[in-house]
């Protein structure tokens, strides 16, 4: 998907800080301190246009959420939604590859980490972009509390079944696991841009949780 060019991201989101944190690193083991509160946080990687952690920010206000993308011209679009929302006090944004995870994050200062309809890399010469990858994995590990949880959401058979081979060989406990999520929807369930799109067109969306043991 080609990302058209915003000249003004860069600017406007140098406008809203309390939402959008510039220089993440700079927040490493105080992200407690930032939000102002000892409440659990919970972080999405590949946060895109951000329906998904906003709706959970104000769906649940006694846990921090941090979306997380690369793109600017991606991410710009979340602030936009948070400042319609009000900016929940218990989101931030951030806008850096989740690849540097341990550079923003300490040691267990992560309660969960939420995928959504992650890039599927499909060709095997990709698999170590998967973010279900053990390279991937790793990195969760480094920064999730004991016992801390993966939650995941595709629309990609391939992925899915790739992603609970990744993870059971990792060692993790699966729970959840649906092979239909809307055949029987949790009520609690916030739908992502992309969730919405393919489930209206009838694609089954898979959806499993899985945690760390002994982190």
Do not use: C
């Amino acid at each position: 998907m080609r990302l058209r060019n915003k000249p003004w991201a860069k600017d406007f989101m140098a406008e809203h800080p309390d939402v959008l944190i510039m220089e993440p690193e700079s927040k490493k083991g105080r992200w407690a301190e930032e939000f102002g509160n000892d409440a659990p946080i919970h972080i999405e990687v590949g946060t895109g246009k951000g329906q998904f952690v906003i709706g959970m920010a104000l769906a649940n206000p006694t846990v921090n959420y941090i979306g997380i993308e690369h793109f600017d011209n991606v991410i710009v679009s979340a602030l936009e939604k948070a400042i319609e929302n009000e900016k929940p006090a218990n989101l931030r944004l951030l806008r850096f590859n989740g690849e540097e995870l341990e550079s923003v994050f300490d040691k267990a200062e992560i309660d969960r980490v939420y995928l959504n309809f992650s890039d599927p890399w499909p060709k095997v010469r990709h698999e170590k972009r998967r973010l279900t990858h053990e390279r991937f994995l790793k990195k969760y590990r480094d920064v999730l509390k004991s016992g801390g949880e993966i939650h995941f959401k595709t629309d990609n058979r391939s992925l899915f079944e790739y992603s609970l081979v990744s993870l059971t060989n990792y060692g993790m406990k699966l729970q959840s696991v649906s092979l239909d999520l809307h055949a029987n929807m949790p009520e609690d369930n916030i739908l992502t841009e992309y969730e919405e799109k393919f489930s209206s067109k009838g694609q089954p969306i898979y959806r499993l949780e899985a945690s760390f043991q002994n982190n």
